[in-house]
């Protein structure tokens, strides 16, 4: 039982876990032909990133949360069956 709990909540804790990882995506660009006229790439100035960087903040804080309620509850769990 008690082997059963442990695993059970450290899956938990693993899922958790990576549900907070960012992935990171990856763009191609492919070059023009020789015989086509030069073109000028113009990239506009990067977006204001606050509001994004406190949303994944929140959304750390809310599975380190969910990882610690799991914990609690697996401790707690794991009390009432050794009564």
């Not at 693993?14 to 000028?40: D, I, L, Q």
């Not at 994004?52 to 309620?69: H, K, L, Y």
Request: charged share 10%.
């Amino acid at each position: 039982m008690k082997t059963a709990l442990l695993m059970v909540t450290l899956a938990a804790a693993v899922s958790f876990a990576a549900c907070s990882k960012k992935e990171e995506t990856t763009t191609t660009t492919t070059t023009p032909p020789a015989t086509a006229p030069a073109t000028t790439v113009v990239t506009p100035p990067p977006a204001d990133t606050s509001a994004a960087t406190g949303a994944a903040m929140s959304a750390a804080s809310a599975a380190t949360d969910a990882a610690n309620s799991a914990n609690m509850a697996a401790s707690a769990a794991m009390g009432a069956a050794s009564k």
